[in-house]
Protein backbone atom coordinates (compact mmCIF):
# COMPACT_ATOMS: atom_id res chain seq x y z
CA UNK A 1 0.00 0.00 0.00
CA UNK A 2 3.09 2.49 1.16
CA UNK A 3 4.49 2.18 -2.45
CA UNK A 4 0.58 3.10 -4.71
CA UNK A 5 1.26 6.40 -5.58
CA UNK A 6 -2.40 7.32 -5.01
CA UNK A 7 -2.44 6.14 -1.72
CA UNK A 8 0.85 8.40 -0.72
CA UNK A 9 -0.74 11.02 -2.16
CA UNK A 10 -3.76 10.67 -0.25
CA UNK A 11 -1.69 10.22 2.97
CA UNK A 12 0.38 13.33 1.98
CA UNK A 13 -2.24 16.08 0.96
CA UNK A 14 -4.53 15.24 4.14
CA UNK A 15 -1.49 14.70 7.15
CA UNK A 16 -2.71 16.14 10.12
CA UNK A 17 0.19 18.74 10.60
CA UNK A 18 -0.63 19.62 7.14
CA UNK A 19 -4.13 20.36 6.44
CA UNK A 20 -7.12 20.91 8.85
CA UNK A 21 -10.62 21.15 7.70
CA UNK A 22 -11.15 24.14 9.91
CA UNK A 23 -8.73 26.71 8.45
CA UNK A 24 -10.04 28.68 5.30
CA UNK A 25 -7.00 27.18 2.18
CA UNK A 26 -5.74 30.25 1.52
CA UNK A 27 -2.03 31.33 2.75
CA UNK A 28 -2.77 35.00 2.67
CA UNK A 29 -5.93 35.52 5.15
CA UNK A 30 -6.35 38.96 4.26
CA UNK A 31 -7.12 37.78 1.01
CA UNK A 32 -10.55 37.09 0.14
CA UNK A 33 -11.20 33.17 -1.16
CA UNK A 34 -13.63 33.39 -4.88
CA UNK A 35 -15.74 30.67 -4.69
CA UNK A 36 -17.20 30.28 -8.37
CA UNK A 37 -20.81 29.04 -8.55
CA UNK A 38 -22.37 27.36 -11.54
CA UNK A 39 -26.30 25.98 -11.87
CA UNK A 40 -27.46 23.68 -14.07
CA UNK A 41 -31.62 23.14 -14.22
CA UNK A 42 -32.43 19.14 -14.44
CA UNK A 43 -36.34 19.58 -13.45
CA UNK A 44 -39.40 21.57 -12.31
CA UNK A 45 -40.69 19.38 -9.64
CA UNK A 46 -43.54 21.42 -8.60
CA UNK A 47 -45.17 25.06 -8.44
CA UNK A 48 -47.24 25.04 -5.32
CA UNK A 49 -49.14 27.99 -5.26
CA UNK A 50 -51.06 27.91 -2.44
CA UNK A 51 -47.70 27.70 0.02
CA UNK A 52 -46.02 29.64 -2.23
CA UNK A 53 -43.06 27.81 -3.18
CA UNK A 54 -41.32 26.27 -6.47
CA UNK A 55 -39.59 22.64 -5.86
CA UNK A 56 -36.46 22.19 -7.96
CA UNK A 57 -34.09 19.48 -9.07
CA UNK A 58 -30.99 20.88 -9.91
CA UNK A 59 -27.31 20.28 -10.25
CA UNK A 60 -24.58 22.87 -8.36
CA UNK A 61 -20.52 23.15 -8.86
CA UNK A 62 -18.44 25.20 -6.42
CA UNK A 63 -15.14 25.47 -7.32
CA UNK A 64 -12.16 27.55 -5.40
CA UNK A 65 -8.34 27.09 -5.07
CA UNK A 66 -7.16 25.27 -2.15
CA UNK A 67 -3.68 26.52 -1.41
CA UNK A 68 -3.12 24.09 0.79
CA UNK A 69 -3.46 21.01 -1.06
CA UNK A 70 -0.03 21.31 -3.62
CA UNK A 71 1.99 18.61 -5.25
CA UNK A 72 4.60 17.67 -7.73
CA UNK A 73 3.00 14.86 -10.17
CA UNK A 74 6.28 13.64 -10.61
CA UNK A 75 6.51 12.70 -7.12
CA UNK A 76 3.12 10.62 -7.71
CA UNK A 77 3.16 9.09 -10.79
CA UNK A 78 2.07 11.71 -12.53
CA UNK A 79 -1.33 11.80 -11.10
CA UNK A 80 -2.47 14.91 -11.81
CA UNK A 81 -6.20 15.13 -10.11
CA UNK A 82 -8.06 12.63 -7.52
CA UNK A 83 -11.16 12.63 -5.98
CA UNK A 84 -11.57 12.75 -1.99
CA UNK A 85 -14.89 12.64 0.18
CA UNK A 86 -16.40 15.98 1.02
CA UNK A 87 -15.60 15.06 4.71
CA UNK A 88 -12.31 15.35 5.00
CA UNK A 89 -11.38 18.75 3.29
CA UNK A 90 -12.45 22.59 4.18
CA UNK A 91 -16.11 22.60 2.17
CA UNK A 92 -17.24 26.55 1.70
CA UNK A 93 -20.65 27.34 3.95
CA UNK A 94 -22.75 28.13 0.79
CA UNK A 95 -26.38 28.57 1.79
CA UNK A 96 -29.68 28.84 0.07
CA UNK A 97 -31.19 31.66 2.19
CA UNK A 98 -35.02 31.24 0.61
CA UNK A 99 -35.13 27.25 1.70
CA UNK A 100 -38.72 26.50 2.00
CA UNK A 101 -37.71 24.50 5.18
CA UNK A 102 -34.39 23.18 6.81
CA UNK A 103 -33.55 20.11 9.27
CA UNK A 104 -30.75 21.41 11.75
CA UNK A 105 -29.70 17.62 12.22
CA UNK A 106 -26.02 16.28 12.12
CA UNK A 107 -24.61 13.71 9.45
CA UNK A 108 -27.00 10.53 9.87
CA UNK A 109 -28.45 7.95 8.31
CA UNK A 110 -32.07 9.99 7.33
CA UNK A 111 -30.24 13.48 6.71
CA UNK A 112 -27.28 14.62 4.99
CA UNK A 113 -25.32 17.79 6.07
CA UNK A 114 -22.76 19.66 3.91
CA UNK A 115 -21.81 22.56 6.01
CA UNK A 116 -25.14 24.45 6.00
CA UNK A 117 -26.31 22.82 2.88
CA UNK A 118 -29.09 19.90 3.93
CA UNK A 119 -30.86 17.51 1.97
CA UNK A 120 -33.13 14.43 2.71
CA UNK A 121 -31.27 10.65 1.43
CA UNK A 122 -35.13 10.27 0.59
CA UNK A 123 -34.97 13.24 -1.97
CA UNK A 124 -32.56 12.72 -3.97
CA UNK A 125 -29.11 10.21 -4.43
CA UNK A 126 -25.83 12.56 -3.19
CA UNK A 127 -22.63 11.91 -4.36
CA UNK A 128 -20.40 14.05 -1.90
CA UNK A 129 -16.53 13.96 -3.12
CA UNK A 130 -14.70 16.64 -4.18
CA UNK A 131 -12.51 16.53 -7.49
CA UNK A 132 -8.81 18.12 -6.88
CA UNK A 133 -6.57 18.94 -9.80
CA UNK A 134 -3.22 20.28 -9.07
CA UNK A 135 -2.11 23.75 -10.23
CA UNK A 136 1.41 22.37 -10.24
CA UNK A 137 1.59 22.77 -14.35
CA UNK A 138 0.34 26.27 -14.36
CA UNK A 139 3.19 27.76 -11.83
CA UNK A 140 0.22 28.21 -8.68
CA UNK A 141 0.07 26.84 -5.13
CA UNK A 142 -2.52 24.86 -4.46
CA UNK A 143 -5.15 22.70 -6.41
CA UNK A 144 -8.55 23.53 -8.03
CA UNK A 145 -11.34 22.12 -5.66
CA UNK A 146 -14.50 21.36 -7.87
CA UNK A 147 -17.54 20.13 -5.42
CA UNK A 148 -20.37 18.87 -7.96
CA UNK A 149 -23.54 17.52 -6.40
CA UNK A 150 -27.14 17.22 -7.28
CA UNK A 151 -29.67 18.56 -5.13
CA UNK A 152 -33.79 19.12 -4.46
CA UNK A 153 -34.62 22.89 -3.25
CA UNK A 154 -37.91 24.18 -2.38
CA UNK A 155 -37.66 27.69 -2.77
CA UNK A 156 -39.79 30.38 -1.08
CA UNK A 157 -41.51 32.51 -3.78
CA UNK A 158 -44.17 35.01 -4.04
CA UNK A 159 -46.18 33.45 -6.75
CA UNK A 160 -49.31 35.73 -7.97
CA UNK A 161 -52.09 33.86 -9.90
CA UNK A 162 -54.22 37.18 -10.69
CA UNK A 163 -53.68 36.43 -14.32
CA UNK A 164 -54.51 32.66 -14.36
CA UNK A 165 -53.97 30.57 -16.02
CA UNK A 166 -51.74 33.46 -18.10
CA UNK A 167 -49.80 33.93 -15.16
CA UNK A 168 -45.95 34.49 -14.94
CA UNK A 169 -43.94 33.84 -11.98
CA UNK A 170 -40.54 34.92 -11.03
CA UNK A 171 -38.67 33.51 -8.43
CA UNK A 172 -35.08 34.08 -7.35
CA UNK A 173 -33.08 31.92 -5.37
CA UNK A 174 -30.76 33.66 -2.99
CA UNK A 175 -27.19 32.14 -2.37
CA UNK A 176 -23.90 32.61 -0.32
CA UNK A 177 -21.77 32.04 2.52
CA UNK A 178 -24.10 31.48 5.63
CA UNK A 179 -21.31 32.98 8.00
CA UNK A 180 -18.31 34.64 5.87
CA UNK A 181 -18.48 37.93 4.24
CA UNK A 182 -17.09 39.19 1.37
CA UNK A 183 -13.42 39.86 2.29
CA UNK A 184 -13.52 35.98 3.24
CA UNK A 185 -15.71 34.31 0.51
CA UNK A 186 -16.59 36.03 -2.27
CA UNK A 187 -18.67 34.52 -4.86
CA UNK A 188 -19.02 34.77 -8.52
CA UNK A 189 -21.34 32.81 -11.02
CA UNK A 190 -21.74 32.24 -14.81
CA UNK A 191 -24.21 35.37 -15.81
CA UNK A 192 -27.02 32.38 -17.28
CA UNK A 193 -27.88 28.91 -15.81
CA UNK A 194 -27.04 25.86 -17.80
CA UNK A 195 -30.32 24.57 -19.53
CA UNK A 196 -28.83 21.43 -21.51
CA UNK A 197 -30.20 18.45 -19.67
CA UNK A 198 -33.46 20.67 -18.72
CA UNK A 199 -36.83 18.05 -18.65
CA UNK A 200 -39.42 19.82 -20.16
CA UNK A 201 -42.46 20.81 -17.70
CA UNK A 202 -45.77 20.05 -19.14
CA UNK A 203 -47.34 23.27 -17.47
CA UNK A 204 -44.63 25.87 -17.04
CA UNK A 205 -41.94 27.28 -19.65
CA UNK A 206 -38.80 28.65 -18.49
CA UNK A 207 -38.81 32.02 -20.12
CA UNK A 208 -35.13 32.83 -18.75
CA UNK A 209 -33.23 31.73 -15.85
CA UNK A 210 -30.18 33.69 -15.03
CA UNK A 211 -27.83 34.06 -12.39
CA UNK A 212 -26.99 38.47 -10.91
CA UNK A 213 -24.45 38.88 -8.09
CA UNK A 214 -24.43 42.07 -5.90
CA UNK A 215 -23.21 43.05 -2.28
CA UNK A 216 -25.97 43.39 0.51
CA UNK A 217 -24.54 44.93 3.99
CA UNK A 218 -26.30 43.35 6.89
CA UNK A 219 -27.28 44.94 10.17
CA UNK A 220 -25.54 42.72 12.24
CA UNK A 221 -22.30 43.16 10.77
CA UNK A 222 -19.39 45.90 9.47
CA UNK A 223 -18.36 44.16 6.15
CA UNK A 224 -20.72 43.29 3.15
CA UNK A 225 -22.08 40.27 2.16
CA UNK A 226 -21.42 38.98 -1.89
CA UNK A 227 -24.74 37.25 -2.97
CA UNK A 228 -25.67 35.44 -5.84
CA UNK A 229 -29.61 35.64 -7.07
CA UNK A 230 -30.50 33.40 -9.19
CA UNK A 231 -33.86 34.37 -11.20
CA UNK A 232 -36.03 31.97 -12.33
CA UNK A 233 -38.70 33.65 -14.78
CA UNK A 234 -41.88 30.98 -15.86
CA UNK A 235 -45.11 31.12 -17.70
CA UNK A 236 -47.66 28.72 -17.55
CA UNK A 237 -48.84 27.28 -20.35
CA UNK A 238 -52.75 27.89 -20.57
CA UNK A 239 -54.02 25.38 -23.29
CA UNK A 240 -54.75 22.50 -20.98
CA UNK A 241 -56.99 24.91 -18.86
CA UNK A 242 -58.57 27.22 -21.77
CA UNK A 243 -59.69 23.34 -23.17
CA UNK A 244 -60.92 22.28 -19.81
CA UNK A 245 -61.75 25.08 -17.64
CA UNK A 246 -62.34 28.49 -19.66
CA UNK A 247 -64.55 27.22 -22.75
CA UNK A 248 -66.44 23.99 -20.95
CA UNK A 249 -67.40 26.98 -18.41
CA UNK A 250 -68.03 29.66 -20.82
CA UNK A 251 -70.27 27.46 -22.69
CA UNK A 252 -72.12 26.46 -19.63
CA UNK A 253 -72.66 30.06 -18.48
CA UNK A 254 -73.85 30.93 -21.81
CA UNK A 255 -76.72 28.30 -22.22
CA UNK A 256 -77.93 28.68 -18.20
CA UNK A 257 -77.85 33.03 -19.08
CA UNK A 258 -80.16 32.50 -22.28
CA UNK A 259 -82.18 29.75 -21.08
CA UNK A 260 -83.79 32.49 -18.59
CA UNK A 261 -84.67 34.85 -21.86
CA UNK A 262 -85.44 32.35 -24.43
CA UNK A 263 -89.48 32.78 -25.13
CA UNK A 264 -91.26 30.10 -24.38
CA UNK A 265 -95.12 28.99 -25.07
CA UNK A 266 -96.07 28.03 -21.53
CA UNK A 267 -94.47 27.97 -18.43
CA UNK A 268 -93.87 24.22 -18.55
CA UNK A 269 -91.16 25.05 -20.73
CA UNK A 270 -89.09 27.93 -19.01
CA UNK A 271 -89.44 25.83 -16.27
CA UNK A 272 -87.14 23.29 -17.93
CA UNK A 273 -84.89 25.81 -19.59
CA UNK A 274 -84.26 27.33 -15.90
CA UNK A 275 -83.95 23.43 -14.51
CA UNK A 276 -81.65 22.58 -17.62
CA UNK A 277 -79.31 25.46 -16.84
CA UNK A 278 -78.98 24.64 -13.24
CA UNK A 279 -77.97 21.41 -14.09
CA UNK A 280 -75.93 22.18 -16.73
CA UNK A 281 -74.08 24.58 -14.11
CA UNK A 282 -73.62 21.75 -11.83
CA UNK A 283 -72.17 19.70 -14.13
Known sequence: MENVPLV??????????????????????????????SISLYQIIEVDEPSQNIK???????????????????????????????????????????RYSFQLKECGIHYVTICSVKMSRDETERYMN????????????????SFLYPAI?????????????????????????????????????????????YITNEEWDVKSFKIYRHEHKYACCSEPWAILQAS???????????????????????VSITGFFTPASTDDDRTEKINLGRFRSGT
Open 56 to 98: LNVWMIQKWRDEFLSWNPQDYGMINSTIIPFKYLWIPDTYLYN
Open 153 to 197: YTVTCRLNIRFFPYDRQNCTLTISSWTNSKSALDYYADAEVNMAS
Open 232 to 254: LVIQRKPLYYVVNLIIPTSIITV
Open 130 to 145: VQIESQYWKGLNGSLM
Open 8 to 37: RLTRDLLARDRYDVRVRPILDHSKSLRIHV
